[in-house]
């Protein structure tokens, strides 16, 4: 029962080219866990600015306000000496 030379090397190129594909497969997967890795810390950086731009337009709306009141009262305090 000897095999015929042709079916063994056609048995040898399909296992070479097997073992290729699944490298290739895995070699993929893994480049594709890396860039998904990179991209989710560039969201994370990104969403920290988006986070903290939020806080500093909340401090600025206060201190508008606050500005608004201190020349209110300014705006009261020059009419009540003319006054006087």
Do not use: C, W
């Not at 731009?53 to 300014?74: C, D, F, P």
């Amino acid at each position: 029962m000897e095999m015929p030379t042709e079916i063994m090397v056609a048995l040898i190129g399909l296992a070479g080219s097997a073992i290729g594909a699944f490298a290739g497969v895995l070699t993929s997967a893994r480049l594709t866990n890396y860039r998904i890795e990179q991209l989710e810390k560039k969201v994370d950086k990104h969403n920290t600015v988006i986070e903290r731009t939020y806080k500093l337009e909340e401090a600025e709306a206060v201190l508008e306000e606050q500005i608004k009141v201190a020349n209110h009262r300014i705006s009261d305090l020059e009419r009540g000496g003319e006054a006087r």
